[in-house]
């Protein structure tokens, strides 16, 4: 009879409390019994072997378990505890039954299994020279192939197919992700695209990569941190790319040429598909690339599919499932009571944790804990310090400095995004300098640090449920193969409430689910900007090809109403072909929106903003407005993470607008405080802007606290407002939105992106030019080079006539000359009355003038351009912007056409221009257009 059947009885115990009271041992039952291998045991562990009752052991067992059909009615029934170890008299929870109990018993049985005690005989590595080209052993990096990889050769060489490769993780996908790439490289000529979902993936995918460098290969990485070089791109062999990243080049038609030659698409950690966040762009780029036109061969990569044939079935892929894994792994859920007050919660998980490391460490074991924000890292990698001795009095966690040194100082390590010493600390972990790192999820999606032990303190990310398919990542670093750990131990900490969701969360797997109808919208337009559909039937082709569809969202309702949100927010627009048939373009501002990867739903929700706001008498009031709008409508900054401690300090930045000098008031009581508004989502981003808008000095190399509040808290902000701010700006051309707001955007977007030179207002301009001469490959050295030896000259903005090229600028010498051609130098805004603006300057500029919210664009033909008004309704202020991102404006707009304010004393080392490159500042423009005063101006 099966366990849990009708009419079975089984009574299986899990004992890890040494202090527990002895079981009662039901006659004429299957009774199972799990110890740990822990010499406290061994009375127990004798008698129960005397009984005849089967035991096995576990090291590191820490749950305390009964699942038992043994009872007057004969239920199947789950009792627990919590855990011994985060308290000294553990509390038991109520018996429960139904799915959980049923949950419960397959994970024991998992573990049961496990744990038989049977010669472990390790699989044997295979030559490489058997199975693979002779030319292609000098790119793998161990001449042997272990069985995992062994068994997907043959499918990855047969490349008329597509690939779904579902192996545990640690068993060596990667090398299978080698072999894909090399078999269209070097065997059929055409690139490869390898998709990884995080940008530090890249940076571990690049070095694992950079022997292919040295043999020949020509290997670019491409993410968010790193700018592209088009015609590097357009050579390369193999292109290692953020998910993100790759689709941002599909929408780029420079690249079009080059997408054109991938053959095959490499996609790591494919089950990403059911990610809220991620899974949407990954599965429009997939269902167009499995497109039987497409020519692309895929390869997905995953650990973690349940629903694998269902997968595998819509990318018309060949599934090949391999069991083998390299060690043995274990996974516990641990538990601590839960509680309505948070705090005592997140202290229980904390000293749980801390207690798991101290006994997996204390048997020379390497432990990774995951964290579910930054500040549980720094407070976790604190009490752990302080249980392996380390003197911890007085450190805060937000004291970065000494929070590094005492950590280090006993072995323990962190990571997280923004953390000064997070490659110190890869480093240090992977040479075992350190045995502890403490980490957030961003390192468990591949990022090769593997452990002994796993321990996962939260099941919330900010404000987040955690997914199954991030912890069994997270579990998946325990016990890899080459460390010497060929045994791992996984422990996920949770609160008695959701033990049973997670068991059984855990024994069933990941199931991929479709999240594109969140953002449906964006792909069908990012769709129509790459010219794959033109019509509603073409969208309904598209929409068929998808996993939502195939997964049985059949209705076209979301798709019509989709193309309808679309046309009514100017992103499309509707005609008719010869036949009377509708078709739908993108507009201008679809392009830029789709190609800048903006949401379209947030981005109507900005310009319908911005065109109800009243215009802004003065540039602060201005910078405020359009910060305020940013931050509380872009919901990555509107959710920004603040631990609690921090949300006083951000409310005392806004009550200064960001000026750190008022700050000075406030600590003198000049009753300020007491003014104060409680914090409200969308604070963190409206502080950290206006303190780069008014205290941009605050941004120094050296900055760890600014205003109260980490740098590295407000580091999400201002990697994040870029986009949008970019976005804003480039519609000065477009007129989409109003002009002021466009200036105002393209400056403060361009001192958010380079807050390192700590740029005022009025800055953007010269940026701007910097970035021009400094060309995409050159962006990251050259562009700080190029401003810190314009200001030292007192160049202030584009604005000078020698014709000579700096010496860092990138450009050729036609290149610069268009350059200086380009720019908005040698624009002449005249008002001749009060109802006339001419204006005259490069060609593809415009001329946009406004009154009140009113706002009117006219095009510059032929180099000049006139906008009329009826009497009595003159304009009240006017701009012209440049097809290349420049522009120029009237009244108190002209404080961002240059720094208004004198730069701060520099001594400039390698200055790039000469005092004959450059007129001096405040010279005649060149171009051909005298130098005429701008009416507003001081």
């Avoid at 940008?199 to 040295?214: A, V």
């Avoid at 538990?335 to 948070?342: F, I």
């Amino acid at each position: 009879m099966e366990p849990g059947a009708p009419g079975a009885r089984l009574h299986w115990l899990k004992i890890a409390d040494p202090d527990a009271p002895l079981p009662d041992i039901p006659a004429d039952a299957d009774v199972r019994v799990l110890l740990p291998a822990d010499e406290r045991f061994a009375v127990l562990r004798e008698k129960l072997i005397a009984d005849d009752v089967p035991v096995r052991l576990v090291p590191h067992l820490l749950e305390q378990e009964t699942v038992s059909s043994v009872g007057r009615d004969g239920r199947l029934t789950v009792g627990t505890a919590e855990c011994h170890l985060a308290r000294p008299v553990p509390r038991e929870f109520s018996p429960v039954s139904g799915a959980p109990a049923a949950a419960a018993m397959a994970a024991f049985d998992l573990m049961w299994h496990t744990h038989e005690p049977v010669d472990q005989v390790p699989a044997h590595p295979v030559p490489a020279e058997r199975l693979v080209p002779a030319d292609w052993l000098t790119f793998l990096p161990h001449p042997t192939l272990n069985p995992a990889q062994a068994q997907a050769v043959p499918h990855v060489l047969d490349e008329t197919v597509n690939l779904l490769v579902v192996a545990p993780t640690g068993a060596g996908k990667t090398v299978i992700g080698m072999l894909a790439a090399l078999r269209t490289v070097t065997e059929q000529g055409r690139k490869a695209a390898w998709l990884v979902p995080q940008r530090s993936l890249t940076d571990e995918l690049d070095r694992e990569l950079e022997t292919w460098r040295q043999r020949g290969l020509r290997v670019e990485r491409l993410s968010g941190e790193y700018s592209v070089d088009v015609d590097r791109v357009r050579e390369a062999d193999l292109w290692v790319a953020t998910t993100e990243k790759f689709e941002a080049i599909c929408r780029a038609s420079s690249l079009r040429e080059a997408l054109a030659e991938v053959g095959c698409l490499i996609v790591d950690e494919i089950h990403l598909l059911g990610d809220a966040t991620r899974g949407p762009v990954l599965e429009a780029l997939l269902a167009r690339v499995r497109d039987e036109g497409s020519g692309i061969r895929t390869v997905g990569l995953s650990a973690t599919v349940s629903n694998a044939e269902q997968i595998a079935a819509w990318l018309r892929a060949r599934l090949v499932r391999i069991a083998w894994r390299p060690s043995r792994l274990t996974w516990q859920l641990p538990v601590v009571a839960s509680s309505t007050d948070w705090g005592l919660v997140e202290t229980a998980r904390t000293r749980l944790a801390s207690a798991i490391t101290t006994r997996v460490a204390a048997e020379h074991g390497s432990v990774l804990v995951f964290c579910g924000s930054k500040r549980g890292v720094r407070r976790t990698a604190l009490i752990i310090a302080a249980a392996r001795g380390a003197d911890i009095h007085g450190v805060h966690p937000d004291d970065l400095d000494r929070l590094h040194r005492v950590c280090r100082s006993v072995g323990v390590g962190l990571h997280y995004k923004g953390w000064d010493h997070r490659r110190e600390a890869e480093r240090a972990f992977r040479a075992r300098d350190i045995d502890v790192l403490v980490a957030t999820s961003t390192l468990a999606a591949g990022v090769n640090l593997p452990a002994r032990a796993v321990v996962v303190r939260d099941t919330q990310v900010g404000l987040n449920s955690i997914d199954v398919a991030t912890v069994q990542q997270m579990f998946g670093r325990a016990g890899r193969v080459g460390t010497g750990e060929a045994e791992g131990w996984a422990f996920l900490i949770v609160d008695e409430t959701e033990r049973a969701a997670w068991q059984a969360k855990l024994v069933a797997g990941h199931a991929v689910s479709s999240q594109i109808q969140s953002s449906l919208a964006d792909h069908v337009l990012a769709e129509a900007v790459q010219r794959r559909i033109h019509s509603p039937d073409q969208a309904e082709q598209w929409w068929v090809r998808t996993l939502a569809h195939h997964q049985g969202n059949r209705s076209l309702a979301p798709l019509r109403q989709a193309i309808a949100f679309l046309v009514a927010a100017g992103y499309l627009t509707v005609g008719q072909d010869e036949d009377g048939r509708s078709r739908f373009a993108p507009t201008e501002l679809g392009v830029l929106t789709a190609r800048l990867m903006v949401s379209t739903t947030i981005g109507h929700r900005l310009r319908t903003a911005l065109a109800n706001a009243a215009l802004p008498g003065a540039p602060a009031d201005a910078e405020r407005t359009l910060i305020a709008l940013v931050a509380t409508l872009v919901p990555k900054l509107v959710q920004a993470p603040i631990g609690e401690e921090h949300k006083g300090a951000v409310t005392r930045l806004l009550a200064v607008d960001g000026r750190l000098g008022a700050l000075a008031d406030q600590s003198r009581g000049t009753g300020v405080e007491a003014g104060l508004a409680s914090y409200a989502p969308g604070d963190l981003a409206r502080a950290t802007l206006l303190v780069l808008a008014n205290t941009p000095g605050a941004f120094h190399a050296r900055a760890r606290l600014i205003g109260g509040v980490p740098y590295a808290t407000m580091y999400p902000v201002l990697e994040e407002a870029p986009r949008y701010l970019h976005w804003l700006g480039c519609q000065g051309l477009l007129g989409t939105v109003p002009p002021w707001a466009a200036v105002v955007a393209a400056d403060l977007g361009k001192r958010v992106r380079w807050r390192r030179c700590q740029p005022t207002r009025g800055a953007g301009r010269l940026l701007w030019m910097c970035e021009q001469m400094a060309t995409p490959a050159w962006l990251d050295t050259a562009v700080p080079a190029l401003w810190a030896a314009a200001t030292a000259r007192g160049v202030t903005s584009p604005d000078w006539s020698a014709t000579g090229q700096p010496r860092h600028c990138h450009l050729d010498a036609a290149g610069y000359a268009a350059l200086l051609r380009d720019r908005a130098t040698g624009v002449v805004i005249d008002q001749q009355d009060d109802h006339a603006v001419t204006a005259t300057g490069p060609a593809g500029a415009v001329l946009a003038v406004w009154t009140g919210r009113q706002h009117a664009l006219v095009p510059l033909r032929g180099g000049s351009a006139v906008a009329r008004f009826p009497e009595g309704s003159g304009p009240t202020g006017a701009a012209v912007f440049t097809w290349r991102g420049d522009y120029l404006a009237t009244g108190w707009l002209t404080e961002y056409t240059r720094i208004g304010s004198a730069p701060e004393d520099r001594h400039p080392v390698d200055v790039p221009w000469s005092r004959s490159d450059l007129a001096s500042p405040g010279s005649s423009p060149a171009a051909n257009s005298p130098a005429r005063e701008i009416p507003g101006t001081r």
